[in-house]
C-alpha cells in the first residue's frame, strides 16, 4: 500500500513537472518577441517546407524574418516569399562567393528589384579572404561588388546585411570612405574581432549573433559579444545554415539544417554569455532589429 502511494506520488510529480515545462516553454514563447535578422528561407535545401517552417518559427514567438538573397537567380523567390508572408523581409543583394556568376546587368536587375520592393532591404553582401570562400573567386571582383552594394544601400537609405570573413581591415577601409551608414549595416553571424567593433559602431554598425559563434571557446565568444553595445546587437539564425550546438527545433527530414525558430538557441547562448535573463535580451535585441528595419517603405512599424 506504502509502495503504491509511492509510485503514486512519482507518476503525479512526472506528469505535473512535463505539463509544467511545456506550460513555461509555450508561456515564454507568448510572451518573448523575436526577430530573425538573417535567414535564407528561400534556399533550395528548405523552401519545400518554408510554410511549415514559418508556422513552428510564429508558434515560437519569431515574428520577422529577414530573408537574403544571395545571386540574381534567387531574388525572384525571395520577393515572391515576401509578397506571401507579411513576416519575411526581402533582402536583395550579391553575396562575395556568387560574384564570378554574375550577369553583366546583375546591377541594373538589382537596382529593379528595389524600385519594385520598396519594403526591401540590401543583403545578403559582403567580402571573404577566409578558406571557406570558393576557389577562384577573384577578391578584386569581390570589392567591386561589395562597394556598388553598399553604395547603393547609402543611397536607398535601406539597411545593409554583410558578411565579412579574414577581410575587416579592407571592410573598414571601404566603409569608412563611403559611411557614415545612418541607415545601418548588419555584420551578420559576427565572430569578431572584438577590436573593430568600435569603430563600426560608429560607422552605424549592428551585429548579429547566430549558431556560428558557439564553435569559439567560450571565453572567446564572451569577449565579442561583450564588445558590442546593447542597443546594436542582433539575432539570427542564417538558417538553413549555422545550425545552433542548442537546436530546440530540427527541420524534418534533415537534422543537419538550421531554421528561424532556433533563434531562441541564440537567445539562451548569448543571455548566458551577457549574464542576462533571456527576456531581456530578447526585448532588447527585438527592440534593436524592429529600430533597424523600420525604414522608410518597410513592412516593420516602430512599436
Ligand atoms: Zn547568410
Excluded at 530573425?36 to 519545400?48: N, Y
Excluded at 545601418?184 to 549573433?209: A, D, N, R
Aim: hydrophobic letters at 45%; aromatic letters at 10%.
Amino acid at each position: 500500500m506504502k509502495d503504491l502511494s509511492i509510485k503514486i506520488l512519482y507518476i503525479s510529480l512526472a506528469v505535473f513537472s512535463i505539463i509544467s515545462s511545456e506550460t513555461n516553454l509555450k508561456s515564454m514563447a507568448m510572451k518573448m518577441k523575436l526577430f530573425d535578422a538573417h535567414c535564407h528561407l528561400q534556399d533550395q535545401r528548405i523552401i519545400d517546407k518554408a510554410p511549415q517552417l514559418i508556422a513552428t518559427a510564429y508558434g515560437a514567438g519569431v515574428v520577422y524574418f529577414a530573408v537574403n538573397g544571395i545571386t540574381e537567380k534567387d531574388w525572384h523567390l525571395v520577393k515572391e516569399m515576401s509578397d506571401e508572408y507579411y513576416s519575411v523581409i526581402p533582402n536583395f543583394g550579391l553575396h562575395p562567393w556568387f560574384v564570378q556568376g554574375k550577369s553583366p546587368s546583375w546591377f541594373s536587375t538589382l537596382k529593379e528589384f528595389f524600385e519594385a520592393n520598396p519594403s526591401a532591404a540590401v543583403g545578403e553582401i559582403g567580402l571573404d579572404k577566409s578558406p571557406l570562400a570558393p576557389k577562384g573567386v577573384d577578391f578584386a571582383d569581390q570589392v567591386e561588388v561589395f562597394k556598388k552594394q553598399i553604395e547603393l544601400a547609402k543611397e536607398l537609405k535601406r539597411p545593409a546585411s554583410v558578411h565579412c570573413l579574414d577581410a575587416f581591415p579592407e571592410l573598414l577601409r571601404i566603409m569608412k570612405d563611403i559611411g557614415p551608414f545612418p541607415s545601418g549595416v548588419i555584420l551578420h553571424s559576427f565572430q569578431g574581432p572584438p577590436e573593430v567593433v568600435p569603430e563600426l559602431t560608429k560607422l552605424g554598425s549592428y551585429f548579429s549573433f547566430s549558431g556560428h559563434l558557439m564553435p569559439l571557446q567560450e571565453n572567446k565568444a564572451r569577449k565579442v559579444v561583450k564588445a558590442v553595445p546593447l542597443d546594436r546587437i542582433l539575432l539570427e539564425t542564417d538558417a538553413p545554415d549555422g545550425l545552433p550546438k542548442n537546436p530546440l527545433f530540427l527541420v524534418p527530414g534533415n537534422e543537419t539544417l538550421n531554421q528561424p525558430a532556433n533563434v531562441h538557441s541564440v537567445l539562451i547562448y548569448v543571455a548566458s554569455l551577457l549574464e542576462m535573463s533571456k527576456e531581456e535580451l530578447a526585448e532588447i535585441s527585438y527592440k534593436n532589429a524592429v529600430r533597424l528595419f523600420s525604414f522608410q517603405g518597410s513592412k516593420v512599424l516602430l512599436e
